[in-house]
């Protein structure tokens, strides 16, 4: 698994699609590169707590995406973890549980739907007139 570093691509991901739980907040968008590597990232803003705590939370979804994405992970999907204040101090399988609705929620936006096709008139069909008679 590859991570992000540069600003651009999580501004790219946070631009798609996204769902939010209770102790985290994933962000999805399809990927730019050829690779089949899954390529993640991960954020904790000072808001959650101080360096510790951001960090804690961090490693924790580090530790559940090494799991869970080789499992569940759309190909072609880049995937950006949003800690909150609950990150670091929630059950550690509650977040796992988190983690993997969130993701089979964001993958439905991204395996391909099956489209009814639609019927076309025929070019040599003619066309109704309504009927005015009023009875």
Do not use: W
Not at 22 to 48: C, E, F
Not at 79 to 91: D, E, G, L, P, W
Request: aromatic share 8%; proline share 5%; charged share 25%.
């Amino acid at each position: 698994m590859l991570t992000f570093k540069k600003r651009k691509d999580f501004l790219r991901v946070a631009q798609s699609f996204h769902v939010a739980t209770h102790n985290m907040v994933l962000q999805a968008a399809h990927s730019l590169s050829a690779m089949p590597d899954i390529m993640t990232g991960y954020t904790a803003t000072k808001r959650i707590g101080n360096a510790v705590i951001r960090n804690k939370s961090k490693r924790r979804l580090r530790a559940i995406a090494r799991d869970v994405l080789p499992h569940y992970a759309a190909p072609g999907v880049d995937y950006v973890f949003i800690a909150r204040i609950s990150t670091a101090k929630c059950n550690f399988k509650e977040l796992k549980n988190d983690v993997i609705y969130a993701i089979k929620r964001i993958n439905k936006n991204f395996t391909p739907q099956k489209v009814e096709s639609r019927e076309t008139p025929c070019d040599d069909a003619v066309p109704v007139k309504p009927d005015n008679s009023v009875a």
